[in-house]
C-alpha cells in the first residue's frame, strides 16, 4: 500500500503538459508581434533598396556621405529609432507577460 501511495505522490509531482495559453498572454503575444512587424517590413525594404540601386564608379563613393540618397538616410535613421522604441515596448510586455502568468 506505501508503494502506491508513493507512485501516486511521485505522479502528483510530475510536471503537468503544456496548456493552453492564457487569453491574456496569445494577447500580449500578437501586441508584440503588429509591434515588430513594422521594423521587419522597413528593414526589408532598405535592404531591397540598398542592393537594387545603381553602382555608383569608384568602390567608395557608393556609401560617402555626400551621395547618400535622402529616402535611404530616412529609412535608416526609422530603423535606428523604431528599434530604440521597440526596446522598451518589449520590456514593457515583458512585464504584462510575467504579471498574466501570475493570475
Not at 35 to 52: E, G, Q
Request: glycine share 4%; net charge positive.
Amino acid at each position: 500500500m506505501k508503494m502506491k501511495k508513493s507512485i501516486l505522490k511521485k505522479m502528483h509531482e510530475m510536471p503537468m503538459p503544456m496548456k493552453k495559453m492564457h487569453p491574456h498572454r496569445k494577447k500580449i503575444v500578437f501586441e508584440g508581434v503588429m509591434v515588430s512587424l513594422p521594423l521587419a517590413a522597413t528593414f526589408v525594404w532598405y535592404s531591397f533598396l540598398i542592393l537594387s540601386s545603381t553602382p555608383v564608379a569608384g568602390a567608395g563613393a557608393r556609401f560617402a556621405p555626400s551621395k547618400i540618397e535622402t529616402l535611404v538616410l530616412f529609412i535608416l535613421l526609422f530603423i535606428v529609432a523604431y528599434s530604440i522604441f521597440l526596446v522598451f515596448e518589449i520590456r514593457h510586455l515583458k512585464r504584462r507577460w510575467d504579471k498574466a502568468g501570475k493570475k
